[in-house]
C-alpha cells in the first residue's frame, strides 16, 4: 500500500511517503512560512526524489488537527482534492498523536501538547503499545488550561514526557506542578514529522478512514471569528425574543 501522508497542523510542514511498511521518503520543515504556497511544490519535489508519481498511491493520510486553522484546513484541502482526483481512500489522524509518535518505546505517559493562548493548550495523553509499536490514546484529546489539565494529570502514574510546540510556552508551570514526575523531551522531538504520520496511517488505516467529502478538521474549539458571529447571533436572537 502506497500512502502519502501531510501534516500542515503547526509551524511545521511535514510529508512522508509509504509503501506498505517501508518509508520511501520524508520532506520535514520547521521553517515559519506560508504552507499555502510551500506545500504542493513539496509535494512534487518529495515524489520526484523517490521516483514515483502520485498515481501510484493506494491512499492518502492527513493530519486533521488540532493546531492552527489556517494550517489545518490547508492541509485537508489539499489531501481531499489528491485523494478525490486520483479516486483513493483518505485516513484523518490526530495532529497530537503524530508528535506523540516520535517517544515511542517511552515507559509511561506521553503527552503532546500545542499551544492554545491564555493559559490554554491543545492536550493528548498517550503511551506506547509494543503490540501494535505505535502510540495509543489513553484519554481523548481535549482544550482546556494547563493547570487544570496538570492537576488531572498529578492523580495518574507518571513518569509523564511532554513534547510539542507548547512545551517552551508551558514548561515553567509543568515543572513547578509536577515536579521530576515531569520530563521534557529534546527539542528534536517537538515537530511533527511525515515520516510517522505516514507509518501510524498504514498501521491504523482501517480505524482511520474517512468519506472524502465529509471530513472536517478537529479543531476542539472554534475560530475566534466564529466566535463573535454566534454571540452576534445570539445577542440578535435575544433581542427579537424580548420585542
Known amino acids: 500500500m502506497n500512502v502519502l501522508a501531510i501534516d500542515t497542523s503547526t509551524w511545521s510542514l511535514a510529508l512522508g511517503l509509504m509503501a506498505e511498511d517501508r518509508l ?10 506560508n504552507h499555502s504556497l ?21 491512499g492518502i493520510a492527513v493530519a486533521h488537527g488540532p493546531g492552527s486553522y489556517t494550517g489545518v484546513r490547508i492541509g485537508l484541502t489539499t489531501a481531499k482534492s489528491m485523494a478525490w482526483s486520483l479516486g483513493i481512500p483518505i485516513a484523518s489522524l490526530s495532529s497530537l498523536q503524530v508528535v506523540a ?22 492536550i493528548g495523553v498517550y503511551e506506547t503499545s509494543p503490540s501494535e509499536q ?3 490514546p489513553v484519554e481523548a484529546d481535549r482544550l482546556e488550561p494547563i493547570t487544570k489539565f496538570l492537576a488531572h494529570l498529578d492523580h495518574m502514574d507518571g513518569p509523564f514526557l511532554f513534547l510539542g510546540e507548547g512545551v517552551q510556552v508551558h514548561e515553567p508551570v509543568i515543572v513547578e506542578m509536577l515536579g521530576e514526575r515531569a520530563q521534557i523531551a529534546p527539542s528534536i522531538y517537538h515537530a511533527p514529522r511525515g515520516g510517522q504520520l505516514a507509518y501510524l496511517a498504514v498501521k491504523t488505516w482501517n480505524e482511520h478512514v474517512r468519506d472524502v467529502h465529509g471530513l472536517a478538521p478537529r479543531y476542539l474549539q472554534l475560530a475566534e471569528a466564529e466566535k463573535k458571529w454566534l454571540s452576534k447571533q445570539e445577542s440578535k436572537s435575544g433581542e427579537s425574543g424580548e420585542s
Open 24 to 33: 520511501l521518503g520524508e520532506y520535514n520543515t520547521t521553517l515559519a512560512k
Open 38 to 58: 510551500r506545500l504542493m511544490p513539496a509535494i512534487s519535489e518529495l515524489f520526484n526524489h523517490v521516483d514515483m508519481t502520485p498515481k501510484e498511491l493506494d
Open 101 to 122: 509518535q516520535n517517544a515511542y518505546g517511552f515507559q509511561g505517559k506521553i503527552i503532546p501538547l500545542f499551544d492554545a493562548r491564555r493559559g490554554q493548550a491543545y
Open 134 to 136: 505505535i502510540v495509543k
